[in-house]
């Protein structure tokens, strides 16, 4: 085959073969009009910006300086998950969690999709790097996409371009991503404002750790170094090589003594995830800083420590329900722009607003592109819409948020939403009953997502629609790690719930910035210096073994917050028990005694 000439090709800005060999052939398999190799300037977030205001799909923000409104096709809106594929080699190890396709089936459906699909556009190639580029060993990855909102998504949200290239050298490693939005442009073609497909495919290939996309713009479909990359591939790889890639924020508490703590967190959505990652203490003296709001990678240092690092560079948190109060370190942290908004709605005087932001403005432009006021029966914005923002611009980021060594982490909290059973905080009674607590985590749907609200899901360490391969294998390998001789050195592991409902539907508990008593008392477990009751669920505080000092809730709530209810855990075991017939004989026998114990000791 003659090597086609594609204007952009023949000056590749690197001499790495494999990367150039893989170029060529996509190039010739999509036939772009042209290929650009993205370089992370500030030249070439100007020009694709403006590309794309022309073409209607960005509006610029009078109010934000350099940042844009975008609005995607109502069918694009967030990730697809009955179109995401684990394509291993063998069945079983996808598992029961994931979806399946032999990977050479899957290759020969996707690659006709891909034919010719980016004519009439730009393929560009997007080198970048997962995690600080100053590694011990940088996590490279080549993304080459037909979307100009995918390049300067990853101006904010990777390390990209010039900078992540001059790492590959001639032969470094690196994961192959492919993306297109799938929609052709003949020539003389109006192009319109989202170009995507109805026909969707986000496929992973774990033993060649590839990442094929087709046919979505939106988010973790097609950025990806997000899910795909830094938790499905990389999933795979911390299971082979010994460390984790998990779905949790990363923070640092100091304490009024300015001694500095650093804690990982799994949330499933809609349990404000974020708003802890940036949380505002209002407990006197105490401080939290961000490292992270969505992905630590956590590797074993000289001293046994579980070390995280945050793979991003920026945050992709959902819009609704954040503002002032909720979580003023985003708000101020948007505030100074250069950031992306997806799926808000925009302001007459050119600024974003979203539900949850207080008293609605008497007119908005919805994220449909429809007039909107307050009495409008559609949301102005979509449920899943988002900001897009860099790191480096949040006030309450720690010094450390972009250290390759990472940073020591001393707790992991798993929490869901929960309105009974599960008390405000428990700690777990070591390792494996941790590990058990994060395997049978549970949250209930809420309106955010579709279906009815109120039914209690699964969602093992919040990581379900991640797990890069069979859960069972998964929870073996978080076992295992529980059995290395230096397990004294391993986190300490909680399990946290802030969304418990009295008799009367009233939350027990007033959260956000008063969750910091929470993690006061944990640390202070960690010390040594707090008490607890030991209870068949695991170590669980009365009412005065928190600090309330200055909170404006009844005892009587608090004590409902945390009470133990033997017959709720009862009517526990058979979900559980339910969960991990799902899962299959995988399940490590640690999780199945781990739950027999439970069993006994409710008696
Ligand atoms: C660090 C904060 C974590 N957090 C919480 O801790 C939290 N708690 C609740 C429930 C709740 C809602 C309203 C009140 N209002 C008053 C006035 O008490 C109290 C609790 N909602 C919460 N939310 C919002 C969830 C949707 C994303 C939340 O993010």
């Known amino acids: 085959m003659t090597a086609v000439t ?24 999509t036939c772009p009009d042209e290929v650009v190799w993205a370089d992370g300037s500030q030249g070439e977030w100007d020009r694709l910006t403006q590309k794309l205001v022309d073409a209607g799909t960005f509006k610029p923000l009078k109010k934000k300086q350099n940042s844009f409104w975008a609005a995607s096709d109502p069918s694009d809106v967030a990730r697809v998950e009955e179109r995401t594929y684990i394509c291993s080699v063998r069945e079983e190890d996808a598992g029961a969690t994931n979806n399946w396709m032999d990977p050479s089936e899957m290759k020969a459906i996707m690659t006709e999709l891909y034919r010719g699909c980016m004519r009439g556009r730009t393929m560009y190639v997007i080198p970048f790097c997962m995690g600080p580029l100053d590694a011990e060993k940088p996590m490279l990855g080549v993304e080459i996409t037909d979307s100009e909102y995918v390049v300067v998504s990853m101006h904010i949200m990777t390390r990209m371009g010039t900078k992540a290239l001059a790492v590959f050298g001639d032969d470094a490693d690196f994961v192959p991503a492919l993306h297109s939005l799938g929609a052709p442009l003949e020539p003389g073609q109006q192009d319109v404002q989202w170009p995507c497909n109805d026909t969707k495919y986000i496929s992973h290939f774990p033993e060649t750790r590839e990442i094929w996309s087709f046919g979505s713009g939106y988010g973790g479909n097609a950025l990806l170094g997000k899910k795909c990359y830094s938790l499905r591939i990389a999933s795979v790889m911390a299971r082979d090589e010994g460390w984790l890639a998990e779905h949790m924020l990363i923070l640092k508490l100091t304490s009024p003594e300015n001694k500095a703590y650093y804690i990982a967190a799994a949330f499933p959505s809609a349990c404000g995830k974020t708003n802890l990652a940036m949380l ?131 707790a992991i909290f798993f929490g869901g939403r929960r309105a009974t059973t599960i008390p405000l905080v428990t700690e777990s009674r070591d390792w494996q009953h941790g590990t058990y607590m994060g395997a049978t985590l549970s949250s209930e749907t809420t309106a955010a997502a579709v279906g009815k609200t109120g039914v209690v899901r699964r969602d093992p360490m919040a990581m379900l629609p991640f797990i890069g391969y069979n859960a069972g294998d998964y929870f073996q390998h978080w076992v295992d790690l529980g059995k290395r001789a230096d397990a004294d050195k391993l986190p300490k592991i909680f399990y946290v719930n802030w969304f418990r409902r009295g008799e009367d539907k009233r939350f027990l508990w007033p959260g956000f910035g008063e969750n910091s008593r929470v993690l006061k008392w944990a640390i202070e477990r960690l010390e040594g210096k707090a008490a607890a009751v030991e209870t068949p669920i695991g170590y669980v505080p009365t009412a005065d073994d928190l600090d309330l000092e200055g909170l404006d809730a009844s005892h009587e709530d608090i004590e409902a917050a945390l009470e133990f209810n033997a017959d709720e855990w009862r009517a526990e075991i058979p979900l559980v028990e339910e969960w991990f017939a799902k899962i299959g004989e995988k399940v490590p026998t640690t999780l199945r005694d781990q739950l027999e114990a439970l069993k006994q000791r409710l008696g």
């Open 6 to 29: 594609i204007p952009g090709l023949e000056h590749a800005p690197t001499n790495h073969a494999r990367l150039l060999a893989w170029v060529q052939e996509v190039a010739e398999l």
């Open 280 to 410: 505002e203490p209002t407990i006197p003296g105490w401080k939290v800083e961000t490292l992270g709001d969505d992905i630590a990678w956590m590797r074993f240092g000289e001293d046994g420590r579980l070390y995280a690092v945050n793979p991003e560079n920026g945050f992709f948190g959902v819009a609704p329900g954040t503002d002032y109060h909720t979580n003023p370190n985003a708000m101020r942290t948007i505030a100074k722009g250069n950031s992306l908004f997806t799926n808000v709605a925009l302001t007459d005087d050119g600024d974003v607003w979203w539900e949850g932001m207080g008293e609605p403005p008497a007119h908005l432009t919805s994220w449909k592109h429809q007039d909107w006021t307050p009495d409008s029966e559609e949301l102005s914005s979509h449920p899943n819409s988002r900001y897009c923002t860099p790191i480096e611009q949040c006030d309450i980021k720690a010094p450390e948020w972009d250290d390759p060594k990472g940073v020591p982490i001393s």
